[in-house]
């Protein structure tokens, strides 16, 4: 397998990430009203995808048990805390006290961004696509939709959003270089069962995005691994 050319999707949604973040922060102050009202535009959009992925599954059962056992996994890990530790370790690094993302704007922005840069069907399918077919189709449009998001974000949260870039790229291109010896696994209906859970993570972001609640996202992460597990046994089972 080449590795550039598997990795090329992924190179360019990170890019895309990044420059949508520096635009982001460039651009003339925006009132805090119509910040407001973007970012509840955009936590509306993104409850309605979640909803439309989540609605894919082809076994309720599997997908609550994915997320109920994920979280539990989540919070023993402690995924968002050390995701919170690890933003307002590089801020504490990379600004002073005096500085406008001195306050945990910074490392906000990081963890809200790597979650929804990360969790959606996109980044999975589309790393699986780059990496088996060497089609980077999906990718590119991930990369169109983030670098947009990523300037709304960024004008609101700071650039805290761009440094969920990195992550992005170890995510994404790890699933890609991993995914030609997963390729037996990774049967359409896993792939469906991984999609709903990942909606559900999406509802919870548009969720925290509109104030409805406060949900620990990160910590739900397991819950694709753990999808992924259950569909794999159990088609293995049944085949």
Known sequence: MNVISALQGTLVNTIAIIIGSILGVLLPNIPDTWKKTVMQSIGLAVVVIGADMAMGTSNAVVMIASVVFGSLAGEYLRIEDRLNQFGLKIESR???KNSAYGDGRLAKGFVFATIIYCVGSMAIVGSLD??????????YTKSL???????????TMGIGIALSAPVVFIYQGSIALLASSLAELLTPAVIYE?????GLMIMAIGMNLLEIIKLRVANMLPGLVIAAIIMIVFNNFYS
């Open 130 to 139: 780059s990496g088996l077919h060497d089609n980077h189709d999906i990718l």
């Open 94 to 96: 990379l600004v002073t």
């Open 194 to 198: 991984i999609r709903a859970v990942g």
């Open 145 to 155: 939709l983030d670098g947009f998001s990523a300037i709304i974000f960024a004008s």
